[in-house]
């Protein structure tokens, strides 16, 4: 049997596989403001699927997201997630999955659905501002 030969691509994509493994474990210890904001979204968003039923009721009158219409823990929630998501797009990414964190919230329907303009607007700059710092 003979044995595989190294390539210059095989040997390029075990070295790149090699210098993932120590940013990713780096990136999993060090949580930055945007990552820490992200958490925090999605365990609101996990807290508020109890209310799907009734915030998709209330949206359908179109107009605001359907959490601000309603009271109580949903609209909490819904607050609480709100917030998070909009100091994403206020804070400056410090690395990618900074970076891909605020892709995420841009393309979220709570921010398509409202403020689009502002949260692409966001993103444009972020992206300028961290691919400055890179290169």
């Known amino acids: 049997m003979t044995s595989p030969s190294l390539t210059r691509r095989s040997?390029?994509?075990g070295a790149a596989a090699l210098t993932v493994v120590?940013?990713?474990a780096l990136a999993s210890t060090q949580q930055t403001a945007i990552s820490k904001l992200w958490s925090?979204?999605?365990a609101f968003e996990q807290k508020i699927v109890a209310y799907?039923?009734?915030i998709a009721a209330a949206a359908e009158t179109g107009g605001i997201s359907?959490?601000?219409?309603l009271g109580g823990e949903a609209n909490t929630l819904g607050g609480l997630?709100?917030?998070?998501?909009?100091?994403i797009l206020h804070?400056?990414?410090e690395s990618q999955a900074d970076l891909a964190i605020l892709a995420k919230v841009v393309l979220d329907d709570e921010i398509q659905n409202g403020a689009k303009g502002?949260?692409?607007d966001q993103f444009a700059k972020a992206t300028i501002a961290f691919t400055t710092v890179v290169a």
């Not at 359907?66 to 219409?69: E, I």
């Open 22 to 24: 120590p940013v990713m």
């Open 118 to 120: 502002y949260a692409a």
């Open 11 to 13: 040997a390029f994509a």
């Open 52 to 54: 799907r039923a009734e």
């Open 81 to 87: 997630r709100y917030t998070r998501l909009m100091a």
């Open 40 to 42: 925090e979204a999605q």
């Open 66 to 69: 359907g959490w601000m219409r």
């Open 91 to 93: 804070a400056r990414p």
